[in-house]
């Protein structure tokens, strides 16, 4: 779980107490390939640290299977909406290779913010990462042709191509795979 807690040190300085609470509810846990881990209708009750393998969010919107993003190693996942605010998903959550992740529930992750301040600003400063990530590529995304598209996402995520296959990430990006397999050719 160092992985994790290394993690987390990249953001905030953690005092030893902090540390051994963090590993004493935190639960490793292998998925295995094509694992579902939440599913539309159900409320997400963990945090995940992904260690090794790829995790991605999809919806099936008129019988298709739409990409939502793809998290690699050493990220933070879950179903954001659900989790923070305690709602059923409108999402899906899926194992697309074998994968090791940390897992904390809902309930002991609001206590460690409760018992440890400098977990809280770990928290804030994540969120406003992501924020910024997800609001730049999206800001751009409307507006742009499949290959700016291609390029926004890869300065965003550098490493997407080597954890997500291309029909994924054409889904992301909302065109075919065949546009896709012609703008990396170029």
């Known amino acids: 779980m160092q992985e994790f807690i290394d993690y987390i040190k990249e953001f905030v300085d953690l005092k030893e107490e902090t540390i051994e ?61 659900s989790y ?48 910024a990530i997800i609001d730049e590529f999206y800001k751009g995304y409307y507006f742009l042709s499949a290959k700016e598209k291609y390029d926004l996402l890869v300065s965003a995520y550098p490493n997407i191509t080597q954890i997500a296959n291309l029909g994924h990430i054409a889904s992301m990006l909302g065109i075919s795979q065949e546009t896709l397999s012609r703008i990396r050719v170029k």
Not at 34 to 53: A, M, N, P, S
Not at 59 to 76: F, R
Not at 104 to 126: A, C, M
Request: glycine share 6%.
């Open 21 to 81: 609470h963090i590993l004493s509810v935190t639960k490793e846990e292998v998925f295995e390939k094509g694992r579902q881990i939440l599913d539309v209708g159900r409320t997400c009750k963990h945090l995940y640290f992904l260690k090794t393998g790829s995790i991605r969010s999809f919806i099936y919107q008129k019988g298709k299977d739409i990409t939502h993003w793809v998290y690699g190693p050493n990220t933070l996942f879950t179903s954001w909406g």
């Open 84 to 131: 923070i605010l305690q709602n059923p998903s409108n999402e899906y959550l899926a194992a697309i290779d074998e994968c090791t992740v940390f897992s904390i529930s809902y309930e002991n992750w609001q206590l460690l913010y409760e018992q440890h301040s400098e977990l809280e600003r770990f928290g804030r400063l994540v969120m406003e990462q992501e924020l």
